[in-house]
């Protein structure tokens, strides 16, 4: 700010830059989509700590190489191997590392909500423009796409790789686009959950446990009821039981329509008409976590 | 933007007979006032409805009845365009602990649409002016409770508003930092030409800080008035004499002398060391200060003090409700 000391100045001297006199601004105000996109932004360089301190960036930092070395160790393989084919489809790498993505968003999803509402930061936002619907739109954009970046990442390096070792660009390419198809739902849809819990407990610890609790007993459960289903031969169940966690959730939507193999017991996905239940669930899913972190910020207000 | 200066825009607050209802409570209830530009104070004890009215001067809740304007907007419709000529300061705190001020500051005002490099160069004008300076930089978890109010001062200014609705700016500060809250939150208004309403339920440091105070008192509007006419209505002179071999008492000589001219004084109400030999009298002019001035001359008694007693607005309160009709009366 050293252009608007007068040049007699003399500097460092405190006292007297506090009498330079106040200055208005007339500047533009950018106004409420600004502020939305600001807000965006900022959230989403913060689910990576960026902007943040070192000891916040090394968490996300740390599940992002998680995420992607398996990918390149995969790749590498392939490629020294002569392959025609990755050993792990695209579809099926988000399921497998699904716990990395389950405590990515337990990590992020508290850092993203939980502080405004701890330390009532929220009432600030909201003497703004900006409106309860922006800052939930802002947070909610910010760390889907945070996870978009997680788990398309690796994704991205498979392609890389598949090309490099010439595996048939129009097969890859496919299977590519359906595998992001997956992991942009699979991310709105963590998200909005992780958003829906962190929102409910502002206490950053809880947040987490309750996320990763969430995530892992749903998960947990879901799959021994799969397990017990078909080794009791009742197959039909299988799918219908899937529809209760999350990650069986995008597994179905993925196995019935973006050309995925399911990772139930004995790979038992749901058929046309139950993934398209699936898929209904999954978008409902998403809209009700996003009903609800709209009616719980009209509750926190000013 | 441009800064009011319409004639028919020189009430920047507006309400009219706004009641706002819960449905156990009712916050308030029909108040109608008008506040001008300056520094305006909002007195009440808590719970009289003063963050009620300010969430509804913001636009962020619907009122039950009646209708509010801010700076010429309906708060009913007009809520985002108040919201971006109007600065807020809560009364809770409601700072992250892990970032700097200047961080924070920054952050805030892109909130409120100030494009990136403006937002940096006002952040760090504001900060100075609410004076916060190397410390800027440091995490906001290790500052003192003053520092923490500073830093919710500049997050209210930083985007230049028109208007600040500060909430309890001097709670929790000690007798110095209150007073350099309260001289701060002066130059808002002097200085930055920032109108500026703001609450307390502590009277005294209004009359000092305001040009007009308004006080509700269970969502109703007690008195509003400007803090001269609130002080100054009746003018209570103190004097003090001293004695002379003539007059060994001299306190009691004046005030024998000043009853035969028709004067009646009274003893200084209070226990305070020396409150016997003070007289308080009422002023009723010019001509009673020529008398008392006179009658002591002619005492051939000493004069120590002749000073104005302004009465401090807690006597809204403290009076008997008669009082109290009577002074809402008078506010109109």
């Not at chain 1, 790498?93 to 009532?120: E, G, H, N, T």
């Not at chain 1, 600030?124 to 309860?132: C, G, K, Q, V």
């Not at chain 2, 300056?38 to 009646?66: C, F, M, Q, R, W």
Request: a neutral charge.
């Amino acid at each position: 700010m050293a252009v608007e000391h007068p040049p007699a100045m003399p500097a460092g001297d405190q006292t007297r830059i506090h009498d330079i006199g106040y200055r208005g601004y007339d500047g533009p105000r950018l106004g409420r989509s600004y502020a939305r996109r600001s807000l965006y932004s900022q959230s989403l360089r913060g689910a990576y700590g960026l902007g943040r301190s070192v000891k916040s960036k090394v968490l996300p930092m740390l599940l992002f190489a998680v995420m992607c070395i398996p990918a390149a160790i995969m790749v590498a393989v392939a490629v020294a191997t002569k392959a025609h084919e990755l050993p792990v489809p695209y579809t099926r790498y988000a399921i497998i590392m699904q716990a990395v993505i389950s405590l990515y968003v337990a990590s992020q999803a508290p850092q993203a909500v939980s502080r405004d509402l701890r330390f009532k930061t929220v009432p600030l936002y909201f003497s703004r423009p900006i409106e309860t619907a922006d800052y939930v739109r802002a947070k909610f954009a910010a760390l889907a796409s945070a996870l978009f970046v997680l788990t398309a990442a690796p994704l991205l390096v498979m392609y890389v790789g598949a090309l490099l070792s010439k595996m048939g660009f129009a097969h890859q390419t496919e299977e590519f686009a359906q595998g992001l198809v997956s992991v942009a739902l699979l991310s709105l849809l963590f998200a909005g959950i992780g958003l829906v819990i962190a929102a409910v407990t502002p206490r950053r610890g809880f947040g987490i446990a309750a996320v990763i609790a969430v995530m892992t007993i749903s998960y947990g459960a879901v799959s021994t009821l799969q397990a017990i289903a078909y080794t009791q031969d009742s197959n039909s169940a299988v799918p219908w039981i899937g529809l209760f966690s999350p990650i069986t959730l995008i597994d179905g939507v993925q196995s019935a329509f973006l050309g995925g193999s399911s990772a139930f017991p004995g790979g038992i996905g749901p058929s046309g008409g139950e993934g398209a239940l699936y898929v209904v669930a999954a978008l409902g899913l998403i809209a009700a976590c996003y009903g609800l972190l709209i009616r719980r910020y009209q509750k926190v207000g000013l | 933007m441009v800064r009011i200066t319409t004639v028919d825009a020189v009430t920047v607050i507006a309400t009219e007979s706004l009641s706002k209802r819960f449905p156990r409570v009712t916050a308030l209830d029909r108040l109608s006032v008008d506040i001008g530009p300056g520094v305006t104070g909002l007195v009440g004890a808590n719970g009289a409805g003063k963050s009620t009215l300010i969430k509804i001067l913001l636009g962020l809740s619907p009122a039950s009845e009646g209708r509010a304007e801010v700076l010429g907007l309906d708060v009913a419709t007009k809520g985002a365009a108040i919201r971006e000529r109007v600065g807020y300061m809560p009364e809770h705190d409601c700072l992250p602990p892990d970032v700097s001020a200047t961080e924070f500051v920054v952050h805030m005002a892109r909130m409120s649409g100030l494009p990136p490099t403006a937002a940096r160069e006002r952040t760090a004008d504001t900060l100075r002016h609410v004076g916060l300076y190397e410390e800027r930089y440091r995490p906001i978890g290790g500052y003192s409770t003053g520092m923490k109010q500073r830093v919710k001062l500049a997050q209210a200014l930083v985007h230049d508003p028109q208007l600040v609705f500060l909430d309890e700016p001097t709670n929790g500060l000690d007798p110095v930092g209150r007073d350099e809250m309260l001289g701060l939150i002066r130059r808002i208004h002097t200085d930055f030409g920032i109108s500026v309403l703001v609450t307390s339920h502590l009277l005294g440091e209004l009359e000092r800080t305001c040009d007009h105070v308004v006080v509700v008192d269970g969502g109703k509007l007690l008195r509003s008035s400007s803090t001269t006419d609130f002080t100054q209505t009746t003018t209570t002179l103190a004097i003090e004499v001293t004695d002379s071999d003539a007059h060994p008492d001299g306190t009691r000589a004046v005030r024998e002398a000043l009853l035969a001219r028709g004067l009646e004084t009274h003893g200084e109400a209070g226990g305070l060391p020396g409150a016997g030999h003070i007289l308080l009298l009422t002023a009723t002019g010019e001509e009673t200060y020529d008398r008392v001035r006179d009658v002591v001359a002619d005492l051939g008694l000493g004069l120590v003090r002749m000073e104005q007693r302004r009465h401090h607005i807690s006597e809204v309160f403290t009076g008997t409700d008669e009082q109290r009709k009577e002074a809402v009366g008078h506010g109109g």
